[in-house]
């Protein structure tokens, strides 16, 4: 049983955190460094992701990049192989990377469905499924996927990427029921409004901004910071009898 001081450390640990180069993945990777995880960021751009991994460096943390493009699970086992050759094998998994294309109904392609559906649902399941087995030889760890407001609700224009953050919820609980026996935890942030670029078309518009903020039980929409606490507990020693849940970070906006 962990002390409660060390609940949250994450010392010794290995943390994979892909769509790492931006937004929400990038400050869940700066989250798990500064409680002691070594970690590595995935993401397919180059100088983005350099930078990022710098600036962990520059805080303190022990980090490292890998370049990869998701597009193809297949490819999920030589990404968790590499991974491992840094640091040792992963046993956190943030699975942060995604799209959503704001597509109207009527413009939805068989390809632009397909490849939301890949990237926000494939992806981290060929990715978790990848990192189970160091795991279980770790002797546990932990998967945190990306679900959303729309897993529970319809926005316009978000009828795909809706679909694949639905299927992230019950994804999370088929995890759950799979792997919690070896010590493997899986859950799901569902984020509310933040701003990265994923919510950039969004916060473009002031109105709309305004409109979603005054939408919440707090009265703001989200800042970067505030995913760093559960980042950290879900990662950590603290959530170890919590499974196949998803915990929404969205300022009361579900509440409403």
């Known amino acids: 049983m962990a002390e409660p001081a060390t609940l949250f450390d994450l010392g010794g640990r290995v943390a994979l955190v892909t769509g790492g180069s931006s937004g929400l993945g990038r400050r869940m ?7 002691g995880a070594a970690v590595v960021l995935v993401a397919r751009r180059a100088p983005q992701l350099a930078e990022a991994v710098a600036a962990l460096k520059a805080e303190g943390g022990t980090a490292a990049g890998l370049v990869r493009d998701l597009a193809d699970p297949a490819d999920m086992e030589a990404i968790v192989r590499d991974a491992a050759g840094l640091f040792g094998a992963p046993d ?57 407001l729309q897993s529970q609700r319809a926005f316009p224009n978000g009828m795909a990427y809706g679909a694949s953050k639905g299927g ?9 029921e799979a792997w919690s026996r070896d010590g ?26 305004a409109a979603l903020a005054a939408q919440t039980a707090i009265g703001r929409n989200g800042r970067l910071e505030d995913i760093d606490g559960i980042t950290v507990f879900l990662a950590s020693a603290a959530s170890a009898y919590i499974t196949g849940q998803v915990v929404y970070v969205d300022g009361g906006f579900m509440a409403k």
């Not at 998994?93 to 632009?112: F, K």
């Not at 992230?168 to 759950?176: D, E, F, N, P, S």
Request: charge should be positive; include cysteine; proline fraction near 6%.
């Open 168 to 176: 992230v919820v019950q994804l999370t609980r088929a995890m759950a």
């Open 92 to 148: 956190i998994l943030m699975n942060a990377a995604g799209v959503n294309l704001r597509e109207a109904p009527e413009d939805i392609t068989p390809e632009s469905w397909q490849r939301t559906l890949t990237l926000n649902l494939g992806v981290p399941f060929f990715l978790a499924r990848a990192c189970v087995a160091g795991m279980r030889g770790k002797g546990g760890g932990r998967i945190v996927n990306i679900a959303s």
């Open 29 to 35: 990777g700066q989250a798990l460094a500064q409680a």
């Open 184 to 209: 493997i935890t899986a859950n799901a942030i569902a984020p509310g409004f933040f701003p990265t670029e994923l919510t950039e078309p969004v916060f473009q518009d002031a109105a709309r901004v």
